[in-house]
C-alpha cells in the first residue's frame, strides 16, 4: 500500500511526466530522510512508497543516474552520488572564476542588494537577531544567462560591502580582501528548489521551474559563520567533483 506521504507529492493531471515528479521528489529526500542517506531503498520499495509502477521507477532512477545525483550497482542497489552527499571544504571557490576558467567569459550583474530580518536558519547561524545583508547577484554568457547567486552577510558587516562593492565583487573576494577572514572551513548542501518568480525571469525559465540549488555555510577563523550563499542553476548546468581533501573542480558550471 502507498505511504500518504510520498503518494501525496504525486500530481497525475500535472504535465509534468509521472517519472520526473519521483525523481525530484527523491532528490529532495537525499540526505534530509533517513531511507535516503547513503543508500536509497528498493526499486520494489520506492513502487510501494509511491504507489507507481516499477518502469516509473526505473525512469526516475534513471533520470537521476544521469545526472549523478545517485550510482546504480548491479547487484547491490542504488547510492547517493558522492558528491551529492553533505560534505565540507577548507577551499571556496567563486562561481564566476570557474566559470571564467571554462573559458564563458561570464559577466555577473547586482540584481538585488538590501537589509532585510534574517531567515530563520541563517540568523540561527550567525547566532544573531536583527537585519543581514542579502545579495542577489546573476551571472551571463554571450549564450545567455547561467545561474543565480544569493548570499547573505551578518548585519554588522554591511557598511563594508557597498552596492558597488557587491556588483563588482565575488563573495569569495569579499571575504577575504573586503573582510580579511581566514576561512575555516564551508559546508555544502545540494538539493533542488522551484524558481522564485525573480529568478525565473533572470534565468529567462518559466516560474516554478526546477532549480538545482547548492548551499554553502561558510566559518571564518575567530568569527564563527560569516556567510550563506546558495548557487541556483538550471538542471544539467552544473557537473563537478569534490576531491577527498574539498577542493572542488568544475567539469561544467558551478558555484559562488
Not at 548585519?155 to 563588482?168: D, Y
Amino acid at each position: 500500500m502507498p505511504d500518504a506521504l510520498f503518494s501525496a507529492y504525486l500530481e497525475p493531471n500535472d504535465p509534468t511526466p509521472l517519472y520526473l515528479q519521483v525523481g525530484h521528489h527523491i532528490s529532495g529526500l537525499i540526505g534530509k530522510d533517513e531511507r535516503f542517506m547513503d543508500r536509497l531503498p528498493s526499486e520494489a520499495e520506492l513502487c510501494r512508497l509511491y504507489g507507481v509502477s516499477r518502469i516509473t521507477v526505473r525512469q526516475a532512477l534513471s533520470y537521476l543516474a544521469k545526472r549523478d545525483v545517485i550510482v546504480r550497482q548491479h547487484g547491490r542497489g542504488t547510492f547517493v552520488g558522492a558528491v551529492h552527499r553533505p560534505g565540507r571544504q577548507k577551499t571556496i571557490h567563486s562561481f564566476f572564476e570557474i566559470l571564467a576558467d571554462k573559458g564563458l567569459r561570464p559577466r555577473m550583474t547586482l540584481l538585488d542588494y538590501r537589509l532585510q530580518p534574517a531567515p530563520e536558519d541563517v540568523a540561527r547561524g550567525f547566532g544573531e537577531q536583527g537585519d543581514v545583508l542579502f545579495i542577489r547577484r546573476g551571472y551571463r554568457s554571450a549564450e545567455g544567462p547561467l545561474g543565480v547567486t544569493e548570499v547573505f552577510y551578518p548585519g554588522h558587516l554591511a557598511k563594508m560591502v557597498t552596492p558597488e562593492l557587491a556588483g563588482s565583487k565575488t563573495s569569495s573576494t569579499i571575504l577575504k580582501d573586503i573582510f580579511k577572514f581566514q576561512i575555516s572551513h564551508a559546508d555544502i548542501s545540494i538539493g533542488l528548489t522551484q524558481a522564485a518568480d525573480d529568478v525565473s525571469e533572470w534565468l529567462n525559465i518559466a516560474r516554478g521551474s526546477v532549480l538545482l540549488k547548492i548551499k554553502r555555510v561558510t566559518a571564518c577563523k575567530g568569527q564563527g559563520i560569516c556567510e550563506y550563499s546558495r548557487l541556483l542553476v538550471t538542471e544539467g548546468a552544473a557537473d563537478f567533483q569534490i576531491k577527498a581533501d574539498g577542493e572542488m573542480l568544475s567539469e561544467g558550471m558551478l558555484h559562488d
